[in-house]
């Protein structure tokens, strides 16, 4: 099994920045990919950023230029670093691993931007 917790959410007001942070801990072999999705109310679960083993990243159209995911993989934590917050980021983030070819997730945390 493999747990993931992550840190750093809070309110922060538009225009703002806040860094997440999810650190992978338990049984690991072998972390592949690693990634952030977020979910508003009322609405589906979206990716956010992915970042491959290699480096990697991928980001959805709307955070583009804004956030940036990194990885270290020593520690096997995964960061999300969000600037130029916009009152439509408020949502809850989740991070996923692939390890070994099987997707956890994180419990959330909660990200609020007040207008």
């Known amino acids: 099994q493999v747990q993931l917790v992550e840190s750093g959410g809070g309110l922060v007001q538009a225009g703002g920045s806040l860094r997440l942070s999810c650190a992978a801990s338990g049984s690991i072999f072998s972390i592949n990919a690693m990634g952030w999705y977020r979910q508003a109310p009322g609405k589906q679960r979206e990716l956010v950023a992915v970042?491959?083993?290699?480096?990697?990243?991928n980001y959805a159209d709307s955070v583009k230029g804004r956030f940036t995911i990194s990885r270290d993989n020593a520690k096997k934590t995964v960061y999300l670093q969000m600037s130029s917050l916009k009152p439509e980021d408020t949502a809850v983030y989740y991070c996923?691993?692939?390890?070994?070819?099987?997707?956890?997730w994180g419990q959330g945390t909660q990200v609020t931007v007040s207008s």
């Open positions: 970042i491959s083993s290699g480096g990697s990243t």
């Open positions: 996923t691993v692939d390890e070994s070819g099987y997707n956890y």
